[in-house]
C-alpha cells in the first residue's frame, strides 16, 4: 500500500512538472513588460516578484540600462553558484517553448529548466527623446517626451514637456491623470496619441549639454540669502518639481532638473496637496489630460521707506551663471477625455505670501470651482480660498489663454476665441455710442 502511494505520489510530481507553466523569476529593480492581451497589448510594471507563461506564450521585458539574468554552475562537487549575467540588450523576448523551457528571442543564452531570474542592471528610467510632433501652442519652444520604447509593439510616454531651451524654462509639462498609471492598454489607439507627443529622436540627458540648477546649490543660495537680507529671514521657498504626484514624480525623477520651479512651501504642501487628493480621488472613474506650468514672477513688497531699494525686486535664487526665480502663479489645465464641458477647468494657484488681496482677476472675472462637483465636495474645495494655506481659484482655458501666451490651447482656438471677444467688445461700443 505505501509502495503504491509512492508511486502515485511520484508521477504525480512528475505530471505538475509537465502541465506547469514557465517561470520567469524577477529581482529588483524590476523591468517593464510588454504582452499580448486578448486582442490587446499591455505595458505594465510587475506586481510581484515573477511572471507564469504559459506554453506559447511570450512576453517583452525592458530595462533601460540593460538586462540581466542570473546563471548557474555546477562544480565537480555537485554544489551551485549563482552569478550575474549580462543579455548585453535593453530590450528581449522571452518565450515558453514546447517543452515548457524559456527562451530569449534572438539571443544565444541557454537557461536551464522552467525557471529563469531577470533584472535590471540599475533602476529603469523613462528616457528623453525631442517630439517631431508639437504640444499644443509650444512651435516657438521644444517639445520633448518622456517614456520608454518598445519596438513593433508600442511606445509608453508618462510627459510631454513644452521647453524653452534659449532661456532654460519650462513652459509646461503634460501628462495622464487616471487610477492605474503602472499599466498602458495599447487597442486601436496608441496611448501617446493622448498625449499628443512621439518619442522621435532620443536626446539623452540635459544635463550633460547645459548647466541647471541644483538642489545643494539652491540649499547653500537659501542659506546665504537669509543671512545677507533681513527681508528673507522667512525665507520658505523650495526646489520642487511642478509634479508633486508622488508616483509620477518618482518615475520621472531622472528629469526633475527640467521640471523644477520655486514653490511657496505653504501652498505647496497645504491646498495644492488638496486639490492633487481631490483629482486622484476623481481619477477612481475617469481619466483626464493635465497640463501643468507657471506664469508670472514673485516681486518682493516694500515693507517701508527703509526697503524701497526692493521694490519691485523679483525673488530668485541661484548663482552668478544660472539662478530660478519664484513664479507668481502656478496653474494646471485639467482636460477630461470623455465628459461634460465643466470639467474641462484650469486650477490657478496665488504662489506667494506677500499677496494682500489673492483673487482671480488677473485671469478671469468669476471663479468656476464650485461648477466642478468633485472639487466642490472635496477638502480643496473647502479650504482653497485660504490665503495662508495657498488661495486657488479656477477659470475657464479659453480665458487664461487670453493672459498666457503660451498656454496650451491650439493656436487657431485662442485665434478664434480673441476674435470673438474683440468683436463682443466693439458691439459693446458701440451700444455705448
Not at 512621439?198 to 544635463?207: M, P
Not at 525623477?253 to 488638496?274: E, I, V
Not at 514672477?297 to 551663471?321: A, H, R, V, W, Y
Not at 474641462?344 to 482671480?360: C, E, K, L, Q, R
Request: proline share 4%; glycine share 4%.
Amino acid at each position: 500500500m505505501c509502495k503504491c502511494n509512492y508511486v502515485y505520489f511520484v508521477l504525480l510530481l512528475v505530471f505538475i512538472r509537465v502541465v506547469s507553466p514557465c517561470q520567469l523569476d524577477l529581482l529588483i529593480p524590476y523591468p517593464l513588460f510588454a504582452q499580448n492581451f486578448g486582442s490587446k497589448k499591455v505595458i505594465f510594471t510587475p506586481q510581484t516578484s515573477s511572471l507564469q507563461l504559459q506554453k506559447g506564450e511570450s512576453v517583452t521585458a525592458y530595462c533601460s540600462s540593460g538586462l540581466m539574468y542570473k546563471k548557474i554552475y555546477s562544480d565537480r562537487y555537485g554544489y551551485n553558484t549563482k552569478s550575474d549575467q549580462s543579455l548585453a540588450v535593453s530590450t528581449a523576448e522571452f518565450d515558453c517553448d514546447s517543452n515548457n523551457v524559456i527562451t530569449a528571442k534572438g539571443l544565444s543564452i541557454n537557461f536551464s529548466g522552467t525557471q529563469t531570474t531577470i533584472f535590471c542592471a540599475s533602476q529603469t528610467t523613462y528616457e528623453l527623446y525631442e517630439s517631431k510632433r508639437t504640444l499644443p501652442n509650444c512651435e516657438k519652444y521644444t517639445t520633448y517626451a518622456i517614456g520608454a520604447p518598445f519596438q513593433g509593439i508600442g511606445n509608453t510616454i508618462k510627459a510631454g514637456v513644452c521647453y524653452d531651451l534659449d532661456h532654460f524654462e519650462l513652459k509646461f509639462v503634460s501628462f495622464m491623470a487616471h487610477s492605474n498609471d503602472d499599466v498602458d492598454i495599447f487597442g486601436e489607439k496608441n496611448p501617446s496619441d493622448e498625449l499628443g507627443v512621439e518619442l522621435s529622436q532620443k536626446v539623452g540627458n540635459l544635463k550633460n549639454y547645459y548647466q541647471f540648477l541644483s538642489q545643494t546649490t539652491f540649499d547653500v543660495s537659501r542659506v546665504e540669502l537669509r543671512k545677507s537680507q533681513t527681508l528673507f529671514d522667512a525665507f520658505d521657498f523650495d526646489l520642487d518639481s511642478l509634479l508633486q504626484d508622488e508616483s509620477l514624480k518618482s518615475k520621472l525623477d531622472s528629469y526633475a532638473y527640467l521640471l523644477n520651479t520655486m514653490w511657496w512651501r505653504q501652498l505647496r504642501k497645504q491646498n495644492w496637496r488638496r486639490f492633487l487628493e481631490a483629482l486622484s480621488e476623481r481619477t477612481r472613474a475617469a481619466k483626464y489630460l493635465v497640463y501643468m506650468g507657471t506664469h508670472g514672477n514673485i516681486q518682493l513688497p516694500s515693507m517701508d521707506t527703509n526697503c524701497s531699494s526692493f521694490k519691485g525686486k523679483i525673488i530668485s535664487i541661484g548663482t552668478e551663471k544660472i539662478a530660478v526665480a519664484a513664479p507668481a502663479y502656478i496653474w494646471a489645465y485639467v482636460k477630461p477625455t470623455a465628459g461634460a464641458d465643466e470639467e474641462d477647468f484650469v486650477i490657478i494657484a496665488h504662489n506667494s505670501p506677500y499677496v494682500t488681496n489673492p483673487g482671480p482677476s488677473e485671469f478671469c472675472e468669476v471663479d468656476v470651482c464650485d461648477e466642478v462637483e468633485w472639487l466642490k465636495n472635496s477638502a480643496f474645495g473647502n479650504l482653497r480660498h485660504l490665503a495662508t494655506l495657498g488661495y486657488m481659484f479656477c477659470c475657464r482655458p479659453e480665458e487664461v489663454a487670453q493672459i498666457i501666451d503660451y498656454f496650451p490651447l491650439p493656436l487657431e482656438e485662442i485665434i478664434v476665441t480673441r476674435t470673438i471677444e474683440q468683436t463682443n467688445v466693439e458691439e459693446v461700443e458701440k451700444v455705448k455710442v
